[in-house]
């Protein structure tokens, strides 16, 4: 029995579904309050060129879930529970959405994303410090 493949649209569309995205002011507002960890998924050459988040920790795509399984070997000392309100960010706000469901797969049930990414933040005039 084979089923239908969907597209990379329609995926994104259903994951952003089960998710509470963020504006970057909502974002801002969590981690000013110390309710929220932000993590930067952008490749070393983004961070470099466009700036860094102060405060967000930086795990690339490839690592995300090796580094925020509260459970895993190889988690940050920031993965402190699958209650932590993680919020995940790449460049403009789609790969982190994959990221997020990807979490909530680990049982991080409250993992979600930035919209429109670091490229949102930015415009909003939130901080950034040289990458």
């Known amino acids: 029995m084979s089923t239908q493949p969907i597209g990379i649209d329609d995926h994104l569309e259903r994951v952003r ?3 509470d995205r963020l504006t ?6 969590a981690f000013t309050a110390g309710d929220v960890l932000l993590v930067d998924t952008r490749y070393a050459e983004l961070r470099d060129r466009d700036g860094l988040v ?17 459970q895993g070997s190889h988690r940050a000392p920031e ?9 995940v960010f790449c460049n403009e706000g789609y790969a982190s959405s994959l990221g997020a469901a990807s979490l909530q ?4 049930h409250r993992a979600t994303d930035l919209i429109g990414g670091f ?8 901080p950034v410090t040289e990458g």
Do not use: C, S
């Open 54 to 70: 102060p405060g967000a920790l930086v795990v690339e795509r490839n690592e995300l879930e090796w580094r925020l399984d509260p």
């Open 17 to 19: 579904a089960g998710l």
């Open 119 to 126: 490229q949102a933040w930015k415009a909003a005039g939130l």
């Open 105 to 108: 797969q680990l049982g991080l």
């Open 24 to 29: 970057p002011q909502q974002a801002y507002e």
């Open 79 to 87: 993965a402190t529970g699958h209650d932590l309100l993680v919020v």
